[in-house]
């Protein structure tokens, strides 16, 4: 039985609400139009703001449709305003994203998406964003070449590395944490 998502989305506000716990999902601050989160008032786990949190993503799939947004870039959108949110200060949040394998597609400018799959790159704006908010991404040499995605044709700000393999490890050996998801 598929239920109508007014309906799903009027139920949880009122079980939620019922209960004390009414929550608010929501993008922002860093990334407005991407990775919304929610909000968790009062966890037992606090969050400590005045520690930096260094993390690297493992970006290698894609969805198979080249229409969708790649969720595995979104996740640094939704780590960012997460902790933002939470109070964690913007300088504090230091994300890297190594993108490689099928995830190669996701970083290109929509010219390049276009003449490939015939539509604009629905990651072109996230990537941008996330660019701007200080992240960096770093496209493994590798696939680009084995997959045929020369770094002239991706998003400007994105860097060219040997290898994805070798980004990951020097990052980890700087204290980034790594995270593949």
């Known amino acids: 039985m598929k239920l109508n998502p007014f309906f799903t989305s009027f139920l949880c506000l009122f079980l939620c609400?019922?209960?004390?716990?009414?929550?608010?999902k929501?993008?922002?601050?860093?990334i407005k139009d991407y990775g919304?989160?929610?909000s968790i008032e009062n966890p037992d786990y606090k969050t400590s703001l005045d520690s930096p949190l260094k993390v690297v993503f493992d970006i290698m799939n894609s969805p198979d449709s080249p229409d969708s947004l790649n969720a595995?870039?979104?996740?640094a959108a939704r780590f960012l305003n997460m902790h933002a949110q939470a109070?964690?200060?913007i300088e504090n949040?230091?994300?890297?994203l190594v993108v490689h394998n099928?995830?190669?597609k996701d970083i290109c400018t929509s010219a390049a998406y276009?003449?490939?799959?015939?539509?604009?790159?629905?990651?072109?704006?996230?990537?941008?964003?996330?660019?701007?908010?200080?992240a960096e991404i770093i496209f493994c040499g590798q696939s680009s070449l084995s997959r045929g995605f020369p770094i002239s044709e991706t998003i400007d700000g994105v860097q060219l590395g040997l290898s994805a393999m070798t980004a990951l490890i020097q990052l980890q050996n700087q204290g980034y944490q790594l995270i593949k998801f």
């Open 17 to 24: 609400s019922s209960i004390g716990t009414a929550q608010i």
């Open 26 to 30: 929501a993008a922002g601050p860093v």
């Open 36 to 38: 919304a989160v929610w």
């Open 72 to 75: 595995s870039i979104e996740t």
């Open 87 to 89: 109070g964690v200060p």
């Open 93 to 96: 949040l230091k994300v890297k």
């Open 102 to 104: 099928k995830a190669s």
């Open 114 to 134: 276009q003449r490939r799959y015939g539509m604009i790159n629905p990651n072109e704006q996230l990537v941008k964003d996330l660019l701007n908010s200080g």
